[in-house]
């Protein structure tokens, strides 16, 4: 109605003046004057948040939509409308956005060498810390700021020990296959210390140039909050002219506030 009111009842008659509309509670004979918008069908406003280019957040009731524009109310009953072009949304949902939506996590998995220059290491144990946020002005990109520790031996070598403890940032795009579920491809890139130990009294440390790429699954177990997440990167440690090749799985949990 042009006074903000909404019935929701069957239409029962409608000519060019009046329309009859049955409700739960009583039959209602309204003039077409008084009226701003029938909605046909089963639909309802339903409460939208609206991320706008601009990186305000608006929130209220969805009215109608086309390819170029939607029409919302702020309050449910009230006449007041506004028609926001879809060229200046970012994100609409109807669930509360927020704009970095900082995620903890804590990993555990497996450290497998691929190629470690000779030494023959065998896969060692994995443990990771994880935070990450959204980037505010790329849609569905998210930045983690990742560390861990890992620690190998060797297969032929009983005294040998290989330990690392990379420190990278990660770019990650996340794809919604469904309610819960994302997908998202990683790339990132750091720094790791390691610690190597021949077993014979040759000794190294330091820092080395560290790279990988992978693929990251999330499913979100409690809404916007309490995240299993999966891991499987391909990563590169460059050591004195060396490129040790290495793959990360790494599995987990993350509580985002």
């Not at 039959?27 to 280019?53: A, D, Q, V």
């Not at 820092?207 to 995240?227: C, F, M, T």
């Amino acid at each position: 109605m042009k006074d903000g009111q909404v019935i929701d009842g069957a239409i029962i008659f409608e000519d060019k003046k009046i329309i009859k509309v049955e409700t739960d509670i009583k039959k209602w004979t309204i003039k077409k004057k008084h009226i701003k918008r029938i909605m046909y069908g089963k639909r309802k406003m339903e409460k939208i948040y609206i991320l706008m280019n601009t990186g305000d957040i608006l929130q209220g009731f969805l009215i109608d939509q086309d390819n170029e524009k939607i029409i919302i109310r702020r309050e449910k009953n009230s006449s007041k409308e506004e028609t926001i072009l879809k060229n200046r949304i970012r994100q609409m949902s109807p669930k509360e956005i927020k704009l970095f939506e900082p995620e903890i996590m804590l990993m555990g998995g497996l450290y497998y060498p691929i190629n470690s220059g000779g030494s023959k290491l065998n896969p060692g144990w994995l443990a990771i810390g994880a935070f990450e946020f959204n980037l505010v002005f790329i849609k569905s990109m998210r930045l983690q700021i990742e560390a861990g520790y890992s620690q190998c031996t060797s297969s032929e070598n009983d005294g040998l020990t290989f330990a690392m403890a990379p420190l990278k940032m990660n770019l990650q795009y996340f794809f919604n296959l469904s309610t819960n579920w994302n997908l998202y491809p990683r790339l990132g890139a750091g720094g790791a210390f390691i610690l190597y130990d021949d077993g014979e009294g040759d000794k190294k440390n330091g820092v080395r140039p560290l790279a990988n790429g992978g693929l990251g699954v999330s499913y979100e177990l409690i809404d916007k909050s309490i995240y299993a997440r999966g891991n499987l990167d391909y990563a590169m440690l460059f050591d004195s002219g060396s490129n040790l090749s290495n793959l990360f799985l790494s599995l987990g949990f993350g509580l985002r506030f």
